[in-house]
């Protein structure tokens, strides 16, 4: 059973802190990585993906991927109220004998920004 | 504004009736898919559709029934469902069938089987 596995929180931090979402997944030959916010009652909204080992930054969001460790991380930095919502990682693995891929939910970290 | 539009936003359905679930996209994407996220939960993938046919089906009750008319719709037809398949179903769509494509969902629908 492929998995993926995050704390659901709540995690709560100070506005202008740095948020940190952490996630873990079970199937060592995934191949991309999601991290998708959604509010109360919306839909979820793709904020970033990562596909190799390192580091990858966007605005104020910083995705790291390590494989060795099957870990994938999300930084929220100089946090606003406004990223209070739920965070999923996903991963998109490979399917058994093909070469399409589901993406697979963790059940998502409730982050809550306070003024 | 989302790319993957549903309609309608919101449903309340009796248990004998029939009511679809309509979802459009024209961003030429040739993956389409449904999902079915209960509150607190994440999503749950129900069927795939890719270059307009059926991928896969995650082993969903048949009185949920998808079609795929052509690239750019997709349709999920209700009947005769339960009180516990009420949830938010989203559509999503991704540029085609694999491991490296970002999913876009759609806003959803919200449905209430009374």
């Known amino acids: 059973q492929k998995e993926v596995e995050q704390n659901s929180g709540p995690l709560s931090v100070p506005e202008g802190a740095i948020a940190s979402l952490n996630c873990t997944y079970s199937d060592r030959v995934s191949q991309s990585f999601f991290w998708y916010r959604q509010y109360s009652g919306k839909s979820p909204e793709l904020i970033m993906s990562i596909y190799s080992n390192g580091d990858k930054e966007d605005g104020r969001f910083t995705a790291q991927l390590n494989k060795a460790s099957q870990y994938v991380s999300l930084l929220i930095r100089d946090s606003q109220p406004s990223d209070s919502a739920t965070y999923l990682c996903a991963v998109n693995t490979r399917a058994q004998g093909g070469s399409q891929g589901n993406l697979i939910f963790g059940k998502g970290t409730k982050l809550s920004v306070k003024p | 504004d989302t790319e993957v539009t549903q309609t309608p936003k919101h449903l309340v359905m009796g248990m004998t009736n029939k009511k679809s679930l309509k979802c459009e996209q024209h961003m030429g994407h040739r993956a389409m898919y449904w999902y079915k996220q209960k509150a607190k939960k994440p999503p749950e993938l129900m069927f795939v559709?890719?270059?307009?046919?059926?991928?896969i089906n995650e082993s969903v009750p048949s009185r949920f029934s998808p079609e795929c008319p052509n690239s750019s719709l997709l349709n999920l037809h209700l009947h005769a469902l339960q009180p516990e398949d009420s949830a938010l179903y989203l559509c999503?769509?991704?540029?085609?069938?694999?491991?490296?494509?970002?999913?876009?969902f759609g806003s959803g629908t919200r449905l209430t089987v009374v």
């Open positions: 999503a769509s991704s540029q085609d069938l694999g491991t490296g494509y970002k999913c876009t």
């Open positions: 559709y890719s270059y307009e046919k059926l991928s």
